[in-house]
């Protein structure tokens, strides 16, 4: 017989036993009356069951058999969330008005919860497995108790779980297999189901979230200037599992998801918007099966939240809000002009801009006569240049950037880039020269860059067209072969094939410090492998930059983890090896000598 100990909260004295994993099961396992404690059967009232007992904090997983047995003055129980099985007549006789059996309980044992008189409900957790015999029998104010699909197995022996409860029983559970038959749910008579000959069968009701604003004068659907908003996050039943990361969020973050019921959760809304003066619309929502409840069921997807910040427009004096205006000549804007709700600005003569223009997605601005900027251009949809674009700052263009010119192509004189870059996600066509004064040009990996000029570097290196640069071949027959090209550097992220040979400069005239190399120039310390290159999708050999840098830094360029790749000199590692074959090849004549 296992060894029973004794702990204290609360002002009761819980008696338990612990198994080889020190895992507590309340009670002494024997079948007397309200073992569960040193008061016996006399307990009463509205009992708590610790989820840990003694000084070390020995979980309790069970309740006992006859833990409880014939303590007809318990009025309600709370069973921790820790328990994973019900022993037998473990609460038979009590005088409890609800039961929850929580998420972690697999097992309930027979006769368990039998001949209570005033049980009216039953909630039964998501992972039961198996119902015991007569466990739920002699229960004449049973009105209502749900069946988990988790549920394979419900005892036959005996008279039935559910003999004696009321004919009017309704059970809520999806359609299932149990014993190996499949109950349909719901029914449309009722049916004999395990000792009652007229229960109803129906099914559960959907496990709905509802996203609404707390914040005073926001709804879905809004456009304000606030920084951030509060939501709400409304269950229709206690949720088991629900956590932030089950709400999908665009265009903004949620954070500080808190709740004191498991029903209703607030958070914290905060566009991406608020980072800029960029109108940013974010949108909230919860997926379909995210998320549980005390019963198994899984939720369906919640409405989805929308709300727009605009700083910009909110703030805007409501004397400087047009909402149609027609120009034969100059416009000066000294701050922002924001054209919503479709609308166009027509101009017959110049527009000249201080600040910037900002165009909401589904408008468009189309210009007949020249432009001038002296900042930035942001547009959400096409811009249409029927005359010349004039840029002094940048060009960002997320839609589709045309012309109208009879040829199809951007001309030479159309764009000038004065200061700044161009961030173009289209495609354009340009016959003539282009200037950039910024740092740099970069293009995708997928764009392509053709010139039927001259490209001229900043240090004087020069390159001809794709097709002027051939000397023989063709790309059709893939065996192009380029003429002579001189550059000062170049990076290749893919492979470099060559026909001819490859020569380094190496003319002592261009070395100093020149010195013999000694015996701490070795391999010893070097380790060669064999991997995987993710830039060529080829198998290679070869060293860890990092890890040879260890040994020779000069040969190694850039930082591990840098904001660059490092790359290796790998031509540097010729002078040790051959210095390393000459010291083995002198030691084997050694050998050899010494035969």
Same mark, same amino acid.
């Given at each position: ?66 833990? +409880?047995? #014939? ?5 309600? &129980?709370? *069973?921790?969330?820790? /328990? $994973?099985? %019900?022993? @037998?007549? !473990? =609460? ?20 368990? +919860?039998? #001949? ?5 409900? &039953?909630? *039964?957790?998501?992972? /039961? $497995?198996? %119902?015991? @015999?007569? !466990? =739920? ?459």
């Amino acid at each position: 017989m296992a060894t029973v100990y004794t702990y204290t909260v609360n002002g009761i004295t819980w008696r338990y036993t612990l198994d080889a994993s020190n895992n507590a099961s309340i009670g002494n396992d024997t079948v007397t009356n309200g073992n569960a404690t040193t008061s016996g059967a006399s307990i009463s009232g509205a009992i708590t069951i610790p989820d840990t007992v003694g000084t070390e904090n020995y979980p309790v997983t069970r309740i006992g058999v006859a833990a +409880f047995y #014939n303590c007809t003055g318990i009025t309600s &129980v709370t *069973i921790p969330n820790t /328990v $994973t099985f %019900i022993g @037998a007549v !473990a =609460f038979y006789n009590t005088r409890l008005s609800t039961v929850t059996i929580p998420n972690l309980v697999t097992y309930i044992g027979s006769q368990s +919860f039998m #001949n209570i008189p005033g049980l009216s409900s &039953v909630k *039964i957790g998501k992972s /039961v $497995t198996t %119902i015991d @015999a007569e !466990a =739920f029998r002699i229960l004449p104010s049973l009105t209502s108790i749900n069946i988990p699909p988790s549920v394979t197995t419900i005892s036959t022996v005996g008279s039935g779980v559910f003999d004696q409860t009321p004919l009017s029983l309704v059970i809520t559970m999806n359609t299932q297999t149990i014993n190996g038959t499949t109950y349909t749910s719901p029914t449309t008579t009722d049916i004999s189901f395990f000792g009652n000959p007229s229960v109803t069968l129906i099914v559960p009701p959907p496990l709905t979230m509802t996203i609404a604003s707390v914040t005073p004068g926001v709804t879905s659907g809004s456009t304000t200037n606030n920084e951030s908003i509060t939501l709400s996050f409304t269950s229709s039943a206690p949720t088991t599992d629900f956590i932030i990361t089950d709400i999908t969020v665009t265009g903004g973050t949620l954070t500080n998801l808190v709740t004191s019921n498991n029903i209703v959760y607030t958070a914290t809304l905060t566009s991406y918007g608020s980072r800029s003066t960029v109108i940013l619309t974010t949108t909230v929502k919860v997926t379909a099966n995210k998320f549980t409840d005390g019963e198994g069921r899984n939720n369906t997807e919640s409405n989805e939240f929308t709300w727009t910040y605009d700083n910009v427009w909110i703030t805007t004096p409501l004397s400087n809000r047009l909402s149609q205006t027609y120009v034969n000549n100059f416009v000066d804007v000294n701050g922002m002009m924001v054209i919503r709700n479709n609308n166009n600005v027509i101009m017959k003569g110049n527009l000249t801009v201080d600040g910037n223009i900002i165009t909401a997605a589904g408008s468009s601005t189309n210009f007949t006569q020249s432009m001038n900027l002296q900042s930035r251009l942001f547009t959400n949809n096409n811009v249409t240049v029927n005359g010349n674009l004039y840029l002094g700052g940048d060009l960002s263009v997320n839609g589709q950037f045309s012309s109208n010119f009879a040829d199809g192509v951007i001309l030479s004189d159309a764009v000038i880039f004065s200061s700044g870059g161009a961030d173009i996600q289209g495609n354009v066509s340009i016959m003539g020269d282009v200037s950039f004064n910024g740092s740099s040009v970069e293009l995708s990996s997928l764009t392509e860059l053709q010139t039927t000029g001259t490209i001229t570097f900043s240090d004087g290196s020069q390159i001809r067209s794709y097709d002027d640069n051939i000397l023989s071949g063709s790309y059709a027959t893939n065996n192009v072969i380029y003429k002579d090209s001189l550059f000062s550097a170049v990076t290749v992220n893919g492979n470099v094939y060559i026909g001819g040979s490859l020569y380094t400069s190496s003319d002592y005239r261009i070395k100093t410090d020149v010195a013999t190399l000694d015996g701490s120039y070795t391999v010893d310390a070097l380790n060669p492998v064999q991997y995987n290159n993710t830039l060529t999708c080829g198998h290679e050999y070869g060293f860890i930059a990092h890890e040879l840098q260890e040994a020779y830094p000069d040969m190694v360029v850039g930082e591990k983890d840098g904001e660059k790749y490092q790359s290796v000199m790998y031509t540097n590692l010729i002078g040790v090896m051959v210095k390393e074959v000459q010291e083995l090849k002198h030691r084997m004549d050694k050998l050899e000598t010494a035969k």
